[in-house]
């Protein structure tokens, strides 16, 4: 489950082999650097990581022309370790399976295993800042070590989906846009028998673009095995909202995501505001703040956070960057930047300081 999440602003240059009325395209994406890291269980490292600011991907997608407009189309798509070459989650293509029909009058409407809306409505509709001011570090997580997400490679790590988590077994729909509006809703079967909502999950998303300007709107929701009242379903539930507005050389977005768990009411938000400056058609630089806090169940922790990243392009495909992230919790919470996810990635204080050098191309 390590670093499930994507972002939409590096698009792949595809290796498209085309037939009649229809095409298969091969893409990829590489991360890899070297990052330092202030306190990470109480000590401080250097270490070689991959997939922080775009994630490693190798894919195949296609389409099918039916006519009358109306597509068949497939993805296949894995996620990998680029130090180890080591897929990142279970199966081959564990990070997008599916198959579907697309028509510009009707939607978009896909079976398999999908991104559902925390993740399409706001990180795939720009409305999420963390996507402009450093990728994966830049997503919320902070001082929750009490939140105990289930199947969750730390309990907390990407607690608001928006870096993307997919969701198995779903029929995903998501309309045409239609004035500026367009609106989708995912179900997910849990097959259990006996029991049509046990494992199961919901999904829905509303946006609104119209030229520099757009907002999105999500909410999610997933049953795990556990035991909530008797029930042996663990909901965690997510809602969130985002805004983003282009002027001239400048993006800036603004969110406010969402999490509890229902088996132990634990409950937390983040707010997040970051801007990216196209300097040169070559140089960018991104920032962005974020405040996190928890209920009582979490011990009240909050968290304040700084993000920056500056990029440089070397061509259209490949491009070298540095980037810096900073957070702050209060005393006696122990601080938790995204991406950490050895089992002592935690800082031992408050305090936690990452700084890294990174290279990343496509194909």
């Known amino acids: ?25 091969m893409y990829g994406l590489l991360d890899a650097g070297v990052s330092y890291i202030s306190n990470q ?7 070689f990581d991959d997939g922080i600011y775009a994630p490693n991907l190798f894919g195949i997608q296609g389409a099918e022309d039916l006519g009358g407009g109306t597509k068949a189309i497939f993805k296949l798509e894995t996620q990998f370790q680029f130090g180890s070459g080591a897929t990142m989650q279970p199966g081959i293509f564990g ?34 800042p963390g996507l402009i001011s450093g ?12 939140l105990g997400i289930p199947q969750n490679p730390t309990g907390w790590f990407g607690w608001s989906r928006t870096n993307g988590i997919p969701i198995n077994n779903s029929v995903k729909y998501q309309s045409p846009r239609i ?3 367009s609106f989708g809703a995912l179900y997910s079967f849990g097959g259990v028998a006996g029991s049509f909502g046990s494992n199961s999950g919901m999904s829905f998303g509303l946006n609104y ?24 379903q663990v909901p965690v539930r997510n809602w969130g909202v985002g805004v983003h507005y282009a002027l001239g050389p400048t993006m800036t977005s603004a969110s406010f995501v969402t999490v509890r768990n229902e088996l132990t009411g634990a409950y937390a938000y983040a707010g997040q505001l970051a801007s990216n400056w196209q300097m ?24 304040n956070q700084l993000n920056a990243i500056l990029s440089y392009s070397l061509s259209k495909r490949t491009m070298v960057y540095a980037e810096g992230a900073c957070q702050r919790a209060n005393a006696g919470a122990h601080a938790a930047i995204n991406g950490i996810l050895s089992p002592d990635g935690s800082s031992g204080g408050a ?5 890294r050098i990174g290279l990343r191309t496509t194909f």
């Open 351 to 355: 305090s936690q300081a990452i700084a």
């Open 95 to 128: 990070r997008n399976a599916y198959v579907g029909l697309d028509d510009p009058r009707l939607g978009k409407l896909t079976l398999g295993n999908v991104y559902e809306f925390m993740f399409a409505s706001l990180t795939e509709g720009l409305n999420t």
């Open 1 to 25: 489950m390590k670093k499930r999440y994507a972002l939409v602003c590096f698009l792949v240059l595809p290796v498209e082999t085309a037939f009649a009325q229809s095409n298969v395209t």
């Open 280 to 303: 040169t058609p070559a140089l960018s630089l991104g920032m962005s703040y974020m405040y996190m806090k928890g209920n009582d169940v979490l011990y009240g922790n909050h968290a």
């Open 179 to 181: 004035g500026g509006v």
């Open 41 to 47: 269980g109480g000590h401080s490292v250097v270490k």
């Open 135 to 146: 990728g994966l570090y830049s997503f919320a997580a902070g001082p929750f070590q009490n």
């Open 209 to 232: 673009d119209r030229g520099p300007f757009g907002l999105g709107a999500a909410y999610t929701e997933q049953k795990y095995p556990g035991a909530v009242n008797g029930s042996p």
